[in-house]
């Protein structure tokens, strides 16, 4: 199966925070939901690995209005990537469509005023369901 943009920098991003938190010697099991969450918090991973997100290079969040915003759930998992120009999959109210004429589609979804996904306590809801179904 052939990636598009969006789903090929999903995967990548999904891969890459995984292999950060084995690599810092966390298991992801239930009883480490609080480490994940503690290593995956836009203050330590902007610390930790600050060429990995522009944002981290300037040490500004990319949602200031999260009070610890944690980045396990960039790659929102209600983002429909399997389209050029994404959608939402649940309509998150505060997601918006951004135009360019230099996107592949004119317009692509744009999640930058959503805060679903991006909490300590939805990534903990998040984890806990995934990790019980596994
Ligand atoms: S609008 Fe919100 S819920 Fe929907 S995909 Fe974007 S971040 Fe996720």
Redesign the pocket.
């Known amino acids: 199966m052939t990636l598009n943009l969006l789903q090929k920098w999903e995967l990548y991003y999904q891969e890459e925070i995984l292999k950060d938190i084995e690599n810092a010697g966390i298991e992801i099991t239930l009883e480490n939901i609080p480490l994940i969450i503690q290593g995956t918090s836009f203050k330590n991973r902007s610390k930790k690995y600050p060429d990995k997100c522009p944002y981290y290079q300037i040490g500004k969040s990319c949602h200031p209005e999260i009070k610890d915003l944690n980045c396990f759930?960039c790659a929102?998992?209600?983002?429909?990537s399997e389209i050029l120009e994404?959608?939402?999959?649940?309509?998150?109210?505060?997601?918006?469509w951004f135009y360019h004429p230099s996107l592949p589609k004119g317009k692509i979804?744009?999640?930058s005023?959503?805060?679903?996904?991006?909490s300590p306590k939805e990534v903990e809801n998040y984890l806990r369901e995934k990790l019980r179904k596994n």
Do not use: A, M, R, T
């Open positions: 759930l929102c998992p209600n983002y429909n994404g959608e939402c999959k649940i309509q998150g109210p505060k997601g918006k979804w744009d999640c005023n959503c805060h679903i996904n991006h």
